[in-house]
């Protein structure tokens, strides 16, 4: 068997495509350092080059974006019935992963229809469920309006109403009871409480 020794760690290894990169470079066609020595030669490379590395991975990532839609398109002609079938095969277990998902992440569902719902009424700004989480903490999980404990049973309100102009960002959300938001509807808070943020 043929072997190869690392120009880093000096080890003598197999000279093949499990033990060195392949490269077009030289006449072995093989790095002259082994894997293991290049991996820790990146790594060190990341960390005294965070930013050129993160740029770097952008920039190959939006380079090789035609070539990975063209593998895909290529993959989809030899299959085309793929996904069909296996969403009519694993129809029970998509529908039970789905419902457990829903059930574990009803912040994040909620979002993304608050998101989508403002989307739609042209209104700027977008929040995440984290979003909501660090303001419900911020009150101290009571209702903005009346300062009543919510518990879990809270809804989120738009302090500027969407349709009167207001944000979808955080900066416009507050906590409220269910009685003092259905109240309040597409009120202002002046007009509702005679209050502001």
């Not at 082994?34 to 993160?54: G, I, L, N, S, Y």
């Not at 049973?153 to 409220?176: K, T």
Request: glycine fraction near 8%; aromatic fraction near 10%.
């Amino acid at each position: 068997m043929e072997t190869k020794t690392c120009t880093r760690c000096g080890k003598e290894l197999p000279a093949d495509t499990e033990h060195f990169y392949r490269t077009t470079r030289n006449k072995s066609g093989l790095y002259p350092h082994c894997k293991q020595c290049h991996a820790e030669m990146t790594r060190r490379w990341r960390v005294e080059h965070p930013e050129e590395a993160k740029g770097y991975g952008r920039k190959a990532w939006r380079e090789s974006r035609e070539s990975r839609e063209a593998a895909k398109r290529r993959w989809a002609e030899k299959h085309p019935d793929y996904f069909l079938r296996y969403r009519e095969e694993h129809k029970a277990e998509r529908k039970a992963y789905n419902r457990q998902w829903l059930e574990n992440n009803r912040d994040k569902k909620r979002a993304k229809e608050r998101n989508r719902y403002a989307l739609e009424m042209g209104a700027n700004g977008s929040h995440t469920a984290a979003d909501v989480l660090a303001q419900y903490e911020r009150q101290k999980g009571r209702c903005f309006y009346c300062k009543a404990q919510v518990g879990s049973d809270y809804h989120v309100d738009h302090v500027i109403p969407l349709i009167g102009g207001g944000s979808n960002g955080p900066e416009n959300l507050v906590i409220a009871c269910p009685t003092c938001n259905k109240s309040k509807g597409p009120k202002h808070p002046m007009e509702f409480c005679g209050r502001l943020l």
